[in-house]
T-cell receptor
Framework: GGIITQTPKFLIGQEGQKLTLKCQQN?????MYWYRQDSGKGLRLIYYSITENDLQKGDLSEGYDASREKKSSFSLTVTSAQKNEMAVFLC????????????FGKGTRLTVV | GEQVEQLPSILRVQEGSSASINCSYEDSASNYFPWYKQEPGENPKLIID?????ERKQIQELIVLLDKKAKRFSLHITDTQPGDSAMYFC??????????FGLGTRVSVFP
C-alpha cells in the first residue's frame, strides 16, 4: 500500500498571509486532489490535477492556488488567509480520473488569527 | 457542477438494529458512488462503492442500493455495532471529475 503525507499537520496564520500546504503521495497515482472540510459542511473540492503540471478548478477554487510540481506532489496556497478561518484541508489521490477509489491524507488543520 | 444531498445529518440507532442513509444527485452523467467513513481525528476511508452498471452491492453488513432513474443511492448498515459510530459521507462522480460529497451523517450506535 501507499501513503499520503501532508505537511504541516497544524498551520496557524495571520489574516492576509499567504500560506502553503504540501502533499506527497507514494501510490504513483495520476490524479491528486485538494478538499476543504468545514464542520457541518462536508468536503468541498478546491483543485484537482490529473497529471503533472495539470490543474483543474473545483467548486471552491477562489482564494486558492495550486501547483502539481511532479507526479508525487501537489501543493495548495491560500492566497490571503481570512480572519477566524478554521478548516481542515485534505489532500487525496486516485489511480485515474474518475470511478476509482480516492485515498485521503490525514489533513492540515488551518487556524487564522 | 454535481450536487449531492445527504440525509439525515444525524442518526441514532440501537445496537443490533439497521441504519440507513440516503443520498441524491443531480448530474445524470455521474457513474461512481462511493461511501466513506470518517472517525474523529482520522481521514475519510472508503468502505463500499457502487458503479452505475449495478443496482445493489453488499460487503458483509454494508448494503448499497442505486436507483439511476430517481438519481438516488443509499447505504444500509445491518446489525449495527458500537464500532459503526462515525461520520459517513456519500459521494458521486463522473469520468474526469473529482468526487462531490454530501454533507455527512453522524451515526451514533447506543446500547
Amino acid at each position: 500500500g501507499g501513503i499520503i503525507t501532508q505537511t504541516p499537520k497544524f498551520l496557524i496564520g495571520q489574516e492576509g498571509q499567504k500560506l502553503t500546504l504540501k502533499c506527497q503521495q507514494n501510490f504513483n497515482h495520476d490524479t491528486m486532489y485538494w478538499y476543504r472540510q468545514d464542520s457541518g459542511k462536508g468536503l468541498r473540492l478546491i483543485y484537482y490535477s490529473i497529471t503533472e503540471n495539470d490543474l483543474q478548478k473545483g467548486d471552491l477554487s477562489e482564494g486558492y492556488d495550486a501547483s502539481r510540481e511532479k507526479k508525487s506532489s501537489f501543493s495548495l496556497t491560500v492566497t490571503s488567509a481570512q480572519k477566524n478561518e478554521m478548516a481542515v484541508f485534505l489532500c487525496a489521490s486516485s489511480d485515474g480520473q474518475g470511478g476509482t477509489e480516492v485515498f485521503f491524507g490525514k489533513g492540515t488543520r488551518l487556524t487564522v488569527v | 457542477g454535481e450536487q449531492v444531498e445527504q440525509l439525515p445529518s444525524i442518526l441514532r440507532v440501537q445496537e443490533g438494529s439497521s441504519a440507513s442513509i440516503n443520498c441524491s444527485y443531480e448530474d445524470s452523467a455521474s457513474n461512481y458512488f462511493p461511501w466513506y467513513k470518517q472517525e474523529p481525528g482520522e481521514n475519510p476511508k472508503l468502505i463500499i462503492d457502487i458503479r452505475s452498471n449495478m443496482e445493489r452491492k453488499q460487503i458483509q453488513e454494508l448494503i448499497v442500493l442505486l436507483d439511476k432513474k430517481a438519481k438516488r443511492f443509499s447505504l444500509h448498515i445491518t446489525d449495527t455495532q458500537p464500532g459503526d459510530s462515525a461520520m459517513y459521507f456519500c459521494a458521486a462522480s463522473g469520468y474526469a471529475q473529482g468526487l462531490t460529497f454530501g454533507l455527512g451523517t453522524r451515526v451514533s450506535v447506543f446500547p
